[in-house]
């Protein structure tokens, strides 16, 4: 173990390519949301959330043979994983449990809170040191997804306000796995290994949720919602997901879920395109918000001051 100053993979500024793959990532969550949607006559969606973890499994299982991971290898990552996969499991049942309560909108922007509790817990646990001018960063590009989705909005009432509270919560959970993969044993194991113990353990979480809630498929889904659920499981949780993981065991865990602000952003946009929704000037606006904000977090000057003995070398 060397006592060497060095950017930590903690604070570790983003490179170009980087930069490049987080935009791919959020492009992919942004439609990921329209084909949620698309879906929802067909398949009610926490059916569709377990039906992605169990097409995902298996691709990250043939990824990570075909990359010689040892899946069962006792490397400490057991009880961080299963904690992990708890975690990501309740989170999906939270949010789809909040959606039946408040606008797809509102749920969207306050999903959105998560990279606020990424950045205070890599304050906290990771030594992460966010100036001034980064905390102004993640405000100014949650204002713009705010913006860009329409909040606030009228006729809030209890029950809204409960769907609200749900998916901040699940906001919260979808940081804390991002958290324990970089504060944990996790951090050395192979990204398919973290994921897959996500992937796995949410499979009978999901199941039993989509019991409670007597959710039923009447009838055969059709072509396009089967093609959509094939995108869910093999790209969005199977590939995207895992890249994520990736990057989050490489760069700065703020940097990195400040960028998930675009990602709604390119929900609206694929809704322009898919569903005919209307493009308006505030969009525009809400496009410099988020991009500023990304300026404010990532500017090398910030990347630059971040230093401190790396505990992995």
Known sequence: MSSNPVISA???????????????????????????????????????????????????????????????ERDGTLWPGVIAGMIFGIEFVLIYRGLLLTSASRAAVFLY???FFVALGSYVFLGERLRASQWGGLALSFAGVALAIGVPQANVDANVLMG?????????????????????????????????????????????????????????????????????????????????????????????????????????????FILHDTLTIAFGVAALLVIAGLYLVNRPEAARAEVAPDPNV
């Not at 067909?42 to 995902?56: I, T």
């Not at 951090?187 to 019991?211: C, F, H, R, T």
């Open 164 to 272: 609200d509270l749900l998916i901040v919560v699940g906001g919260a959970l979808w940081a804390t796995t991002t958290l324990i993969v970089k504060t944990t044993a996790l951090i050395k194991a192979p990204a398919e290994k973290g994921l897959g113990y996500q992937v796995a353990i949410s499979i009978p979480i999901l199941a039993l949720a989509a019991w409670i809630s007597g959710e039923t498929i009447t009838h055969v889904p059709g072509p396009l919602s089967l093609a959509l659920l094939a995108y869910q499981a093999f790209w969005v949780v199977g590939l995207t997901f895992l890249l994520w993981f990736a990057l989050v065991k490489t760069y700065s865990a703020s940097k990195l879920s400040a960028f998930t602000f675009i990602t709604p952003l390119f929900g609206v946009v694929a809704a322009y």
């Open 10 to 72: 903690a604070g570790r500024a983003l490179t170009p390519g980087a930069i490049a793959l987080m935009l791919m990532l959020c492009l992919s969550w942004g439609f990921n949301q329209i084909a949620v949607k698309l879906v929802l006559p067909d398949v009610p969606p926490m059916l569709q959330a377990l039906a992605r973890s169990l097409g995902a499994l298996p691709v990250l299982l043939i990824i990570g043979w075909f990359r010689g991971v040892r899946f069962f």
């Open 113 to 115: 809170t998560a990279p």
